[in-house]
């Protein structure tokens, strides 16, 4: 199922508040700077036309949510519906994922991470451009705070196994932990248009969950050390 051709964009939208190039990033992730709010922050790679953004910046209002998307048309589409909703804790920078990661996010600074339908690059001399490769999960590892998770869902079975099978080599990611399927509520009640036309086809979507645990050593600390309160 390939992408349909976007709506148009309303000329008069606003979108500086939610729309950024990566080109023009400051040298590191600052959240408090770039929200202007403090806030625990989860990161979408592959945001598409936004649909999780800006459903899950209304439904959570205290947290932050931060779309990669490599696609200008996409990124910005992505923008404009989070300007409409004039979501001040949601915003999209195009941009490489994976350079982002690498570059710009600091260690410990996302409380979840997001990767939904990402393109499984069929032919097999292609799959290393996949984006959840070695490095990419070492980078999540490292980014990840305490107890963060990692959320990612795909219609593609292979993609799906290979990818249980890499993050315990590449990482102490605990998990797979299930994630059930939840009838939606209503027709966008999906985490990305590509998650409703999957269903609405009746396809399967395989989804999973892992966490960076406490080390288990700074756990026990937490637990010996006499509160300095």
């Known amino acids: 199922m390939g992408r349909r ?3 148009k964009i309303d000329p008069d939208l606003d979108l500086s508040r ?28 592959g945001s598409g ?5 800006a459903a899950a910046s209304q439904l959570h209002p205290q947290r932050n949510f931060l ?58 001399r292609h799959r290393r451009r996949r984006v959840l490769n070695e490095t ?10 305490a107890g ?9 079975e292979e993609y799906f ?3 249980l099978e890499l993050i315990p080599r590449a990482t102490r990611l605990a998990g797979p932990l299930p994630v059930s399927e939840q009838a939606p509520q209503h027709d966008l009640d999906y985490r990305t248009h590509f998650e409703r036309r999957t269903r609405l086809h009746e396809l399967p979507v395989y989804r999973a969950e ?15 050390k006499p509160s300095d309160r």
Not at 19 to 29: I, M, S, V
Not at 137 to 142: A, H, I, M, Y
């Open 148 to 156: 963060g998770l990692l959320h990612f869902w795909t219609d593609v």
């Open 136 to 145: 990419f999960l070492k980078d999540v590892e490292r980014t990840l705070v």
């Open 18 to 45: 939610h729309f950024l190039e990566a080109e023009n990033l400051p040298p590191k992730l600052d959240p408090a700077a770039l929200f202007g709010r403090d806030g625990a922050l989860e990161v979408e790679v």
């Open 49 to 53: 036309k936004g649909l999780f953004l």
């Open 161 to 163: 196994q290979t990818t």
């Open 210 to 224: 892992f966490r960076k645990d406490v080390p288990a050593a700074l756990s026990s600390a937490s637990i010996d």
């Open 5 to 7: 051709a976007l709506p």
């Open 67 to 124: 779309g990669i998307e490599i696609s200008f048309k996409y990124a910005r589409y992505a923008a404009a519906r989070l300007a409409k909703l004039r979501s001040p804790n949601a915003l999209i920078i195009c941009g490489d994922g994976l350079a982002l990661f690498r570059n710009w996010i600091g260690d410990s600074s996302l409380a979840a991470i997001h990767v939904y339908f990402p393109d499984p690059w069929w032919k097999k």
